[in-house]
């Protein structure tokens, strides 16, 4: 059975204080780990693709990265706009998507 | 929300009535999801469609039913509420096929089951 954790469940960073975020995986078949964003009262919005290991996307203040088990969210410097839960989710050959509990980060100014 | 329309919004309903949420898209997608989100358990899918009556079960599919009558709307329904499904229910869409299934979400029906 396919399965996503990710750690910590809640993180309080002061602004401008860089951390990661934990996403670890045990899958059949890994066809893609995305990221989303998900902010209080709305549906979650994507914000990342990872094929392979080694793979590393950035937009802004964040950058994700794959290894064969697990990824992160690096986040370099955040505000408090990047307060939001962010949900990591692995795609199969099996062509269904299995969505970890989440991280909430909240970003005090 | 990128074409996706969730209805109604927010329902509150009784133990043992049918409910009928209704997810509505102008992208022409062919693949659309119901995934239920609870505290402790992430997005969990109920059903999904990859085509005009063409659906098939998700991971918590007991207690829901689907239909896709056109590639526009998708429509899940509860015949018959519990309370185990007090929930948020959000649409999905996707254009699976490219190798990555990126969903677009909707902002979510909040149901209420007393």
């Known amino acids: 059975e396919d399965q996503v954790t990710q750690s910590p469940e809640a993180l309080r960073l002061q602004e401008g204080e860089s951390s990661s975020l934990n996403c670890s995986y045990t899958?059949?078949?890994?066809?893609?780990l995305f990221w989303y964003r998900q902010d209080p009262g709305k549906g979650p919005e994507f914000l990342f693709t990872?094929?392979?290991a080694g793979e590393e996307k950035e937009k802004e203040r964040l950058k994700a990265t794959l290894t064969k088990k697990e990824s992160f969210l690096h986040i370099t410097a955040p505000k408090p706009e990047d307060s939001a839960t962010y949900l990591c989710?692995?795609?199969?050959?099996?062509?269904?998507?299995?969505f970890g509990d989440g991280t909430t980060l909240t970003v005090k100014p | 929300d990128a074409g996706i329309t969730q209805s109604p919004r927010h329902k509150v309903t009784e133990t043992g009535t049918p409910v009928t949420l209704r997810c509505h898209q102008t992208?022409?997608?062919?693949?659309m999801y119901w995934y239920r989100q609870d505290p402790g358990h992430g997005l969990r899918l109920i059903h999904y469609?990859?085509?005009?009556?063409?659906?098939d079960k998700g991971e918590v599919s007991d207690g829901y039913s689907v239909s896709r009558s056109k590639t526009e709307d998708f429509l899940l329904t509860l015949e018959s509420a519990t309370s185990s499904q007090t929930s948020v229910y959000f649409c999905?869409?996707?254009?699976?096929?490219?190798?990555?299934?990126?969903?677009?979400f909707g902002a979510g029906s909040r149901l209420t089951v007393l």
């Open positions: 999905a869409i996707s254009e699976q096929g490219s190798g990555a299934n990126v969903l677009t």
């Open positions: 899958v059949s078949g890994l066809r893609g």
């Open positions: 990872l094929y392979s």
């Open positions: 989710a692995v795609h199969t050959n099996a062509g269904k998507s299995t």
């Open positions: 992208e022409n997608h062919r693949y």
């Open positions: 469609s990859y085509g005009v009556k063409d659906t």
